[in-house]
């Protein structure tokens, strides 16, 4: 019904998988490992997801099919002028989690669909709110949830969401990983 390509999602991501299959289309996944994720310093914020998922893109370019189309994508957590990534172990995640406790962050999703002849990318911003976190709160989180493969270091649809997330505003799934309401929309116009 969406598109005659065959489509390929370019993650391992459990949380995008589900996503993507939420809105019914027909995928595979496919996973080229340790692609450069760096982006020059100079780079506007905003600009950074959709740079990385369009170097994600030219990577898989190389060795796909006519019949094929590929998405990738990237999402960054931003909170003021800081980039928060992954976090690279339980204090790193502790660090974030206390940056971000009665603050409003941005995400930033980066997508880019590509097939051999065209390349569509896009950006969808989402603002999130959290109350205060106690100390208690982020531990707990952090110890059970072990949020160390999440941007920004922790999942909406976790725990911490549930207790923490006073506002939203913007792409819900978008948070999560994957805006699949503005995908929907691209893959019908492609």
Known sequence: MITSYKVILASNSPRRKELLAGIDVDFKV?????IDESYPADLPTK???????????????QQMADDELIITADTIVVLGDEVMGK?????DASRMLHELSGQTHQVITGVTLTTTTRQQSFSVETDVTFKALSDEEI??????YKPFDKAGAYGIQEWIGHIGVTGLQGSYFNVMGLPVQRIYEALRKF
Do not use: M
């Open 30 to 34: 496919r996973v080229i490992q340790d």
């Open 47 to 61: 600009n950074i997801a959709e740079y990385i998922s369009r170097k994600k893109a030219s990577v898989y370019q």
């Open 87 to 91: 976090p690279h172990d339980e204090t």
């Open 139 to 144: 531990d707990y989180y952090v110890q059970h």
